[in-house]
């Protein structure tokens, strides 16, 4: 995994220094051409960190809404539909939601290319769940601190927003893809509306990986 995992940081950083921060990913999914080992943060499976939150806190969907931000190859937004919610999932890769449509062809989940920056009028406050799982951390910070207000705009009153990132204290640089992300900047979820219900701040298990997975709720 490391040489895609460095591959994956030359191309970000190649996209990021001539200023098209979201390039990369429509060139990472398209060059993969099909291969999911070429794809870094493709495990094929729903994200362990969402599984175990979702168990815990006894998730049903109910017939709510849920959106699944930057959803990649599509596994959390098919583990959300597979809990009884309506589930949208968007991502700006096109190959990416096309590769969504060929594994999950029956899904009752609806696959959309879009862009965070760019989403519909219709979406604004439209959804009880919202989530968001290493896509803030794909950007950069100036990119980072504008989308904040974008995911939080998609959570409905009383819908709850779930973030699950790479998490590093406010001391530690952040140079490269994926940059981690501060308790302080996700603190710009309260101050786009939403009130902090639970931050949990942790090691992965078998991993050295620290996340954050923060739950909030609009009321
Ligand atoms: C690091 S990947 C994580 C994918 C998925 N959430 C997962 O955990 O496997 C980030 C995803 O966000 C998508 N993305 C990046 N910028 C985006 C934007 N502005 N709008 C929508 N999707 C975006 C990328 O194409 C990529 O699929």
Redesign the pocket.
Known sequence: MEPIRNKTKQLAKEFIDKGDP?GW?ERLYDDANGDEKAVP??DMTV?LNLAEWLERERIRGEGNRAIV?????GD?AEALAQLGFEVTA????PT?IAWCQTRFPDSTVSYQV????ETPMTWQGGFDFVLE???LQ??PKEVRDRAVPKVAALVKTNGSLLIICRGRSANELAETV?FPLTREELNAFQANGLDEVEFEDYFETGTSARRFRVTYRRS
């Open positions: 979201f990913f943060w493709a994200n931000v930057g959803c990649g190859l959390d968007f991502d700006i890769s990416a879009a862009d965070l920056f799982s290493y896509t794909a950007m994926p």
